[in-house]
Structures are given as structure tokens and as C-alpha cells.
């Protein structure tokens, strides 16, 4: 059985190619293989195939669909790949199956070969790696908005490809003129891309052309400066003097006569921090508490990070918050602010972290929790190192924790006598962070995560909790306006309380009474005291509560799920929720209740207090929401 997403969408049995059907039916195929191994909650389904109008019998429909391909895959000897668990389908794809899994196989082993200094080998993965395109991804498919997103990323992994294919070339010494031949076309296409620059001004001077070399790198300049008024990269400048100096420049290759004086490292310094969002309201304690555990003793400019600025001022002597830690970790229930609070503390740190500043997400789309040994691929490649040292071909049976292993230890030799900042956001567990923490005391890490991590040494903790009144109200007057806030300002502190004061509810709020100037926001408390209606009042374009909440669940355990349900079950004097002790309803043994009520309060989908367990008001509704799972049999019951 093989999957095709680099061109049409395809599938492939031992007999040949399979009829996949309608096109609705198609796209739900081609989010499932983008998702693959992963549950994909019904409402992202119902979302992708229908976009923003989805008929009243969406879910029917959907169910129809999911039919449907399950015969196909049964008519190519696949039955039992597609599986349902609450609140979506999983297709399971095989290593090796998906066209795209081999796309990134070939690339890894490419860049495997290139950092051994065995560029021919090199050239052979990318040649094959690039073979396997056919056509745009999902070229069948763009109506889709989520599978378009998608198959630009593959696009932007294939540009990447092609980079490296180019320097591998450049390294084995292949004519000057068949590189040329590949790499004008790409810069012509991408003007833009720094590295591909780089190459070709390399591949020039390899030719004998060093006046076309260096006024390839004036075009560039001139055409950075027009479009995005900034000056060319690090990178472009140290090619540009190599050329003009005749010599070698911190290690980048001058080609001289046909021979290479060492490897060719082209990689740009990395600044992967989102965008920092300007309405961010409180946080100036977490803020000060945070920064100042992280914070060199000095910055560059001889003072605490934030000294003089306005809001960290208690940062303008020495910090008495203890000794500096090289590791923070926020910590806080879904939707509290943690990663947006995260972007905020990463900017105001970046000046004194100057060798770069990285971030990568530690889970899928869908919740899933990453492998430690992608996220260590992708840092390394963020800071120009080789993504994969390991297996080579003599140790590829090592055992999956030896192999782990080397790649952590040199992810920290590369973070070695570096100034680095990285952000690792919503980890799961300590064991997902611990191989991920670089070595050097002039790092710092910060980690975002529901659970408190408490097993990681010295991890200056900071709490992030839902907004005082206060702050939902300053919220809500920078979404929605003063004007409207000011007008009825008891509706708007109703619309606060009723979804618990969580700043992701707040904020969507907000949005809601923004994009709906000719609604009083009385109207909108009261669909928001209807548990039939709230959830879906709490939407606005692709950020739902609704959606942020199947992901944060979608990994617990059948008894999990199933005790989370029955804690919507129970009776409420209002929209409010109250904590309860553990119910009867839970049918199973105490302590086995009592352990999983645990872990769902370890994970903040559950609140714990003197008189039990209980959920956010929003979580209620959430939970109420979702199937009852079916009891299990009454010897299990305590």
C-alpha cells in the first residue's frame, strides 16, 4: 500500500491505482494522510471539507464519507486503518507508505552523508528525495484551506531540498555549469532566499565568473533594500568578502581553482520567536518573576533586562529572587496565556541571547505529543548543524534510546559556549523536555506546559491562572473597544464571570462583541448562559474553544476521557460550575478514581479542592458535550 500528497492526491494497491472518489471524500483522505497516526477531531473534518459553510447535517454527512473510504481501503487490502475514538478518526499509514515519509527519509540521509563529508552519497538521497515529486501537493485539492497551508510547508521542505542538493554539488565538485543550470531558474523564482543566493554566487566563482558572483550579491542587496528595507544577511556578507578578500571566512567555503578549502555552511543565524502580541494584558508579576530568573546578571548594555523601561523597574537592582536559573517553566491550565505570555518574555529577552533565539511546539496539531528526536532534528537544523548524527551504517540496530541519546548530546555540543534561548512550548512530560535542554550555562530554556514538570532540577516554576476581573475587563476594552465596554459594563463583567475569567474565553469574547457592533452585548450573555449555545458563541475564525479543547484531551486514557465526561454530567445551580467529590457514577474502584482524577487535575482539565474535583465552567460545557462513554461492568464498580 503507498500514499501519494506530492501531486494528486493517489493511493496505490499491489493491484494499481485505487479510485479514491467525490472530491469532499478526497479532501477527507488527504487531511487524514496529513494528520496520519493522529486522531483528527471531527469538527477540524467537518471544518476542512466544508469550509465555512457546513450543512446542519455535517456530522451525518461526515459519517458517510469516513464509510465510504473505509470501503475503499477494504478494496486494496487496508481494512481496520481507519479507527474512531472520541472526538475523531485516526488513519494508521505505515513507515515507508506515504511518498512524503520518503521525501524526508532521502532528506535526512542526504544531510547525513553531506555533514560526513560524503557529498556524492548526499547528492544521491536529495536526487531521489526530489524524484518523488509529481506535482504541486495535493494539486487536486487547494480548496482546502488547511491542506493548501500544508502544501506550502512541503513546498517550502522541497526549496530546502534543492538548497542542499546545490550544496552538495558545490562540495563534489560537479560542474560549474550544471549547477548554474539549476540554481538560476530557483533564484529567478525565489529571489528573496539569502541561501540560494549564497550558492549561486559560490557556484559563479567556482566558474571562473567572480564579477557575475558579486554582482549577484549587489542585486540582492538592492533588492532587499527596495522590498523589505532591511541589508542582507550574516551570511550573504561573509560569501561577499570570501569573494573579495580571495581567502576563507569563518569557515564558509571559498572555491579556488576548482578545489573546496572545506565543507559549505551555509545557514543563516535563527530567530524563530512568533510575533509578540501588543494587547497582552496583566502578567507584569509572571513577566518580572520569569525574565528575571532567566536573565544574565548584565545584559549587553550593563543592566537587568527591562531596567528603565516601565515595567520590570524592580529589575534596575540586583533581582532578589534567587540565584539565576538556566530553566523556567511556565505552567497554567488550557487557555490561561501561557505561550502568548511565553512570546512576550522571549522578546524582551532576546537582546541578551544573542546567538540566537529558538522555538519549537512539542505537540501535533492534534494534540499528540512529538518525538524528542524530531524536535532535536529541527533545532539543529535551526542553527546550522547537521540534523541527524546517528544512526550511521554501522550502528542503525543501536537501541532507540542509544541513538536518542546522540543526538542530545550533540544538540548540546552544537549549544556549547553559545548565548541561546529556547522555547519549547506545551511539553507533556519531563521525559519529553529533559533531551531537549542545551548543556551550556550561557543557554536558557523556557518551557510552557499544563503539567508542572516538578521532576526537572532547578525549573524556576511561575504560575499562570485565569485574568482577575480587572484584567478581563482591560481585555476586553483593547478587543472590542472602550466605547463598547463603557456602554454596558455590567453585561461585559457578566460575559467575563461566564466564561470564567480564562483569558482564551476572554479574549474571544471580546472578538465576538467586536464583530458584532449591531448586537448589545446582552444578547451575548445570554447565549452564553445556554450550554446548547455557549461553546459555539466562543468561535471566531480558526481559534475556538471548543477546538482547543479536543486537542488538550485527545490524549488521555479511555479511564480519563470517560471520568472527564461524567464530570459534566453533574447537576449546576447556574452556568457556574461547582467542585464536587469524586462520583459514584465514575464505576470504578476509589483508588482507581481517585488516581485518575488526579491526573486530570495534573494535567488542569480538572480542578481539585477540600470538598473534590470539579471542572472550569468551560470545561463543563466541553465535557457535557462530548459522548457518554459506556460504563464497564459492574464488578468494576466501588
Not at 506546559?449 to 516538578?454: A, C, I, M, N
Not at 465526561?565 to 447537576?571: D, M, W
Request: with cysteine.
Amino acid at each position: 500500500m503507498e500514499f501519494g500528497v506530492l501531486g494528486v492526491l493517489e493511493m496505490r494497491a499491489q493491484t494499481g491505482a485505487v479510485s479514491l472518489g467525490s472530491l469532499k471524500q478526497r479532501v477527507l483522505l488527504g487531511l487524514l494522510l496529513h494528520r496520519a497516526n493522529t486522531f483528527v477531531s471531527a469538527d477540524t473534518l467537518i471544518e476542512a471539507i466544508w469550509r465555512d459553510a457546513p450543512p446542519r447535517t455535517a456530522s451525518k454527512n461526515l459519517q458517510v464519507y469516513v464509510w465510504h473510504l473505509r470501503r475503499v481501503l477494504h478494496t486494496a487490502d487496508a481494512s481496520g486503518r481507519l479507527a474512531f475514538r472520541a472526538p475523531g478518526y485516526r488513519l494508521a499509514v505505515h513507515p515507508g507508505e506515504l511518498d512524503l515519509d520518503r521525501f524526508d527519509r532521502h532528506a535526512r540521509h542526504g544531510r547525513q552523508a553531506l555533514a560526513e563529508s560524503r557529498p556524492r552519497v548526499a547528492s544521491r538521497h536529495f536526487d531521489a528525495a526530489l524524484a518523488l515529486w509529481r506535482d504541486h501537493p495535493y494539486a487536486d485539492l487547494q480548496e482546502a484551506p488547511v491542506l493548501r497551508g500544508a502544501a506550502e510547508r512541503m513546498e517550502e521542505l522541497r526549496l530546502t531540498v534543492l538548497e542542499d542538493r546545490a550544496e552538495a554539488g558545490l562540495s563534489a565538485e560537479d560542474p560549474p555549469g550544471a549547477l548554474l543550470e539549476s540554481l538560476e531558474p530557483l533564484v529567478r523564482e525565489h529571489p528573496l532566499r539569502e541561501r540560494m543566493r549564497a550558492l549561486q554566487m559560490l557556484a559563479l566563482h567556482r566558474a571562473g565568473r567572480r564579477a557575475e558572483a558579486l554582482s549577484a550579491y549587489d542585486d540582492i542587496r538592492r533588492l532587499l533594500a527596495r522590498e523589505l528595507g532591511i541589508a542582507p544577511s550574516a551570511l550573504l556578507e561573509r560569501v561577499q568578502r570570501t569573494l573579495l578578500d580571495g581567502g576563507t571566512v569563518a569557515g564558509d567555503t571559498l572555491w579556488r581553482g576548482g578545489r573546496a578549502t572545506g565543507p559549505v555552511a551555509v545557514r543563516p543565524e535563527s530567530c524563530q520567536l512568533p510575533r509578540d502580541l501588543p494587547d497582552l494584558v496583566g502578567r507584569l508579576r509572571e513577566t518580572d518573576d520569569t525574565v528575571g530568573a532567566l536573565a544574565p546578571a548584565a545584559g549587553p548594555d550593563g543592566r537587568r533586562p527591562g531596567a528603565g523601561h516601565g515595567v520590570f523597574e524592580s529589575l534596575t537592582g540586583p533581582w532578589s529572587g534567587g540565584p539565576r536559573s538556566t530553566l523556567a517553566v511556565l505552567t497554567g491550565p488550557v487557555g490561561s496565556g501561557k505561550t502568548v505570555l511565553a512570546t512576550r518574555i522571549a522578546h524582551l529577552l532576546r537582546p541578551y541571547f544573542p546567538d540566537g533565539q529558538l522555538w519549537v511546539t512539542l505537540r501535533t496539531a492534534d494534540g499528540a505529543p512529538r518525538s524528542c528526536a524530531d524536535v532535536l532534528d529541527e533545532l539543529c537544523r535551526a542553527l546550522g548543524a547537521p540534523a541527524e548524527v546517528g544512526p550511521g551504517p554501522a550502528d542503525r540496530a543501536a537501541p532507540a534510546a542509544q541513538r536518542l541519546g546522540e543526538r542530545a548530546a550533540f544538540f548540546r555540543t552544537v549549544c556549547a559556549d553559545r548565548q541561546l534561548l529556547v522555547v519549547l512550548d506545551d511539553a507533556v512530560d519531563e521525559a519529553q523536555v529533559r533531551p531537549l535542554l542545551p548543556g551550556g550555562d550561557q543557554c536558557a530554556t523556557l518551557v510552557t506546559s499544563r503539567s508542572r514538570l516538578g521532576a526537572l532540577d532547578s525549573a524556576h516554576l511561575t504560575e499562570v491562572g485565569c485574568f482577575t476581573p480587572e484584567e478581563s475587563r482591560e481585555l476586553l476594552t483593547r478587543t472590542a473597544g472602550y466605547e463598547r465596554v463603557a456602554a454596558e459594563p455590567a453585561a461585559c463583567a457578566e460575559a467575563a464571570r461566564l466564561v470564567g475569567h480564562l483569558p482564551l474565553g476572554v479574549r474571544l469574547v471580546g472578538a465576538r462583541i467586536a464583530g458584532r457592533p449591531h448586537w448589545p452585548v446582552s444578547r451575548l450573555v445570554e447565549r452564553l448562559m445556554d450550554p446548547a449555545l455557549a461553546l459555539a458563541e466562543l468561535t471566531v475564525g480558526d481559534l475556538s474553544v471548543r477546538r482547543v479543547f479536543d486537542r488538550a484531551t485527545a490524549g488521555l486514557t479511555e479511564p480519563e476521557l470517560r471520568a472527564y465526561r461524567h464530570l459534566g454530567t453533574l447537576p449546576r445551580d447556574s452556568v457556574v460550575g461547582r467542585r464536587l467529590p469524586p462520583p459514584d457514577l465514575l464505576r470504578m474502584p476509589l483508588p482507581e478514581a481517585e488516581e485518575v482524577l488526579e491526573a486530570l487535575t495534573e494535567n488542569r482539565l480538572a480542578e481539585a479542592g477540600a470538598q473534590g474535583y470539579g471542572l472550569h465552567q468551560l470545561h463543563y460545557l466541553h465535557a457535557a458535550a462530548l459522548p457518554l462513554p459506556m460504563a464497564p461492568a459492574p464488578s468494576a464498580v466501588c
